[in-house]
């Protein structure tokens, strides 16, 4: 019987850092250049997207399309030197996945969903709960150093232990 090896690993956040924002709108740039014959919405999420909000240092970049041909993004979002992640459409098949690396670091992840969706919507509360509530984002950074003391499998396990509270949070903002 073959034993299989699980590698552990620590997610480190850093202190909010100002280029964020920046970085963010550089990106939103080349996006808009490339897909400037469709119409969409960029938007930034994630922690990164939260003045003195603590966070791992990859830009969540969402961006919203008013189609359902969510295939029809994939090239061009690729010929940005993003990589494409299919294997998430198993557990969320309304959203396309990317990542980009730069010198050797993962830095940004493109979310691409339909616009009026219930992903687009509730991504966008949380964030704007978050930039505008002092203690609930003062409780969700306190979350995120306790649980970067932890070892997980990937990026995906410390997401997942997140999720109880943002949920809680959603659901004070009306997504039951």
């Known amino acids: 019987m073959k034993k299989e090896i699980i590698q552990a690993m620590k997610i480190k956040i850093e202190s909010y850092n100002n280029s ?37 240092p990859i830009i969540d970049i969402l961006i919203g399309i008013s189609s359902e041909e969510l295939d029809n993004y994939i090239e061009p979002i ?23 690396i730069e010198n050797k670091k993962r830095i940004a992840h493109i979310h691409l969903v339909n616009i009026n969706s219930r992903w687009f919507k509730r991504h966008m509360a949380f964030r704007n709960e978050l930039r505008s509530n002092k203690i609930i984002r003062e409780k969700y950074e306190n979350l995120k150093y306790k649980l970067v003391k932890k070892e997980w499998k990937d990026g995906n396990d410390y997401a997942d232990a997140k999720t109880e509270f943002i949920r809680a949070i959603e659901k004070n903002l009306g997504f039951n």
Do not use: M, Q
């Not at 030197?81 to 396309?96: A, L, Q």
């Open 78 to 100: 690729i010929d940005l030197g993003f990589t494409y992640i299919k294997k998430y459409e198993k557990d969320n098949p309304n959203r396309r996945f990317f990542f980009l």
């Open 20 to 56: 964020w924002p920046h970085l963010f709108e550089e990106l939103k740039y080349k996006i808009r250049c490339k897909l400037k014959k469709y119409d969409i919405a960029i938007e930034h999420i994630g922690s990164t997207s939260v003045k003195n909000l603590a966070s791992k």
